[in-house]
């Protein structure tokens, strides 16, 4: 934990009264200026949120946006599965697709899905892709929700934002881009994620998750302002991530594992060319724990994740296993 934002965490714990659903003065200046930097946007007509952890608010979007029965949103055919909670938790319905052609003309689409640096493969969309989504969206009043929470864990790839100018040409009309903490700054205890974008969306939001309690503790809000105000220790978060994908990398490959997309993020997506639970065991009976590709939808059937997220002496053990 970096100990400036422990620090800001214990500096604000006498906290007795409500804070702010919308974030503090200083958090929602926090907010602002990170996405400006980090993701290309324009600050003037930003829109910004603290949310409880970037889960939540994809569990919870579709909902907050008021989509429901008779309403499809698009996913990706491989992701999280929280994203197709959250479809059924509104009662709209789920179209798992990468090509907007899949899709087709349908009018039922309310909400677009998408995930770059995508958890579990580590893909990473290209501008003129997320613009492509972006366009067709707008001449359809589709909103277009982008999971970017490994934005700045770019290996062979830079990840670009949905905000980036390149993708919305300085417009974030439609557009909302979700982050979160718990990667770039080790804060997944903390609850911390933000989301940006339409400043219409933004308020619809707000107004919904007041009444519903969906705010973030005040000790929190100002644990994120130290952390989006400092780099240092997301550049030694990032190094740690780096030399356990370098040794896991090789190893894998050693093994004889053949490693697809996983250009960013936190995560190989590797495959043995059988079963995924096939692969499971293989590694279960040398003390290694990987998710079954299947749990992302079944196009991930013959992959299995491997994690990033183990101590290095954990990631070590499963090196030496490997060989």
């Known amino acids: 934990m970096p100990e400036s934002v ?68 698009v996913i990706p055919s491989v992701c999280y599965p929280t994203y197709e909670v959250g479809v059924r938790l509104a009662g709209a319905t789920v179209v798992r697709a990468d090509s907007l052609t899949a899709v087709g003309p349908d009018p039922r689409v309310k909400l677009i899905w998408i995930n ?14 997320l613009r492509k989504v972006v366009d067709w969206a707008r001449e359809r009043g589709v909103v277009v929700a982008s ?50 974008g ?6 619809a939001l707000l107004a919904v998750r007041k009444h519903a309690g969906m705010i973030m503790p005040a000790p929190v809000q100002a644990a994120m302002v ?23 990398r ?9 490693i697809e997309h996983s250009e960013a993020g936190l995560y190989l997506w590797a495959t043995r060319g059988e ?3 096939d692969t499971v065991g293989w590694l279960a009976e040398r003390g290694i724990l990987a998710a079954p590709g299947s749990f992302y939808g079944p196009a991930g059937a013959r992959h299995v994740r491997v994690a990033l997220t183990a101590t290095d002496e954990r990631v070590a053990a499963a090196v030496k296993r490997l060989a």
């Open 147 to 196: 999971d970017e929470c490994y934005l700045s864990l770019g290996w062979e790839e830079r990840p670009v934002s949905v905000l980036d100018p390149a993708v919305t040409g300085g417009d974030p009309t439609g557009v909302l881009a979700v982050h979160s903490l718990s990667k770039r700054s080790n804060l997944a205890g903390y609850r911390a994620g933000l989301v940006g």
């Open 116 to 129: 770059s640096p995508s958890n579990p493969t580590g893909r990473v969309l290209p501008a003129t892709h």
């Open 6 to 73: 422990r620090a800001a965490l214990a500096g604000a714990a006498d906290s007795p009264g409500y804070p702010l659903t919308a974030g503090t003065p200083a958090l929602r200046a926090a907010m602002t200026d990170w996405f400006v930097a980090a993701c290309g946007a324009s600050a003037d007509g930003l829109g910004v949120l603290p949310t409880i952890g970037s889960k939540e608010l994809v569990a919870w979007l579709p909902t907050l946006l008021g989509v429901g029965p008779g309403d499809t949103v």
């Open 250 to 258: 090789a190893a894998l490959l050693d093994a004889g594992f053949t």
């Open 226 to 248: 130290a952390a989006l105000g400092d780099e240092t220790h997301v550049e030694d978060q990032r190094a740690r991530y780096e030399a356990r994908r370098t040794a896991l």
């Open 198 to 203: 339409d400043p219409v969306l933004i308020a």
């Open 275 to 277: 079963d995924c639970w």
